[in-house]
């Protein structure tokens, strides 16, 4: 069956802008995670949705943001980018609901802020 | 924070077994220790979980002291392309199952 896809896979931004980033989930699969990944912190949890739910956030300023969709593809947003956003965001998903059990992660998308 | 300590890098023989160490001494009754891996600009893989039994699958072995407090996970045949760094994890039971806590990992670097 299909993997996670994320879109775009490589993306350029200046300061200030916005950026989307879209997450589909393997089917049947209804939690969605979402990672950054940079040199010098290393993967970080930025916040997992459940049946359209929020149901975790990791410690990143407001500026990041997310949603899912009743078809659970998700999407994560990043406003007035600073240049130390650049970095690979990854999206994860699972069958949820508490259930002890991978998580399988897309190719990531990998965003340059200028 | 992380609860598991990974030493930060290790060498192995193609055709050899890959062992990785993992500390995690604060580890709770009720969580499990998780294997990922991730080789270079791929998002991680999953690769074994366990919670106090040995567990083995088609890609590694996991073996969890008595204690919990540390264990290894064995590549019994390591390849070229095992060549990744890998995570040691330890997460509870279920609730949240997408929040994981990533450390440095151990860079296995599999030699010819």
């Known amino acids: 069956k299909a993997g996670v896809t994320q879109t775009p896979r490589y993306l350029i931004k200046t300061r200030g802008q916005q950026v989307t980033l879209s997450c589909s989930p393997i089917?049947?699969?209804?939690?969605v995670s979402w990672y950054q990944q940079t040199p010098g912190q290393g993967l970080q949890f930025l916040f997992e949705?459940?049946?359209?739910?929020?149901?975790n956030k990791g410690n990143f300023p407001g500026r990041f943001s997310g949603r899912q969709f009743s078809n659970s593809r998700s999407e994560m947003n990043v406003s007035t980018l600073e240049l130390g956003d650049s970095a690979l965001y990854l999206c994860?998903?699972?069958f949820g609901g508490g259930q002890t059990g991978e998580l399988f992660f897309g190719e990531g998308s990998r965003l340059t802020v200028l | 924070d992380a609860k598991t300590t990974q030493p930060p890098s290790m060498d192995c023989a193609e055709g050899r077994a890959a062992n990785l160490p993992c500390n995690h001494s604060?580890?709770?009754?009720?969580?499990?220790v998780y294997w990922y891996r991730q080789i270079h600009s791929q998002g991680p893989q999953y690769i074994i979980h366990?919670?106090?039994n040995n567990e083995t699958n088609e890609m590694a072995s996991l073996i969890i002291t008595e204690d919990r407090k540390s264990s290894t996970l064995i590549l019994p045949h390591a390849t070229l392309r095992d060549t990744a760094v890998y995570y040691c994890?330890?997460?509870?039971?279920?609730?949240?199952?997408?929040?994981?806590?990533f450390g440095k990992g151990t860079k296995l670097s599999v030699k010819p």
């Open positions: 604060t580890i709770s009754g009720n969580e499990y």
């Open positions: 949705y459940f049946s359209e739910t929020q149901r």
């Open positions: 994860a998903s699972s």
């Open positions: 994890i330890v997460r509870p039971t279920g609730g949240s199952q997408g929040n994981l806590i």
């Open positions: 366990g919670l106090k």
């Open positions: 089917s049947g699969h209804r939690s």
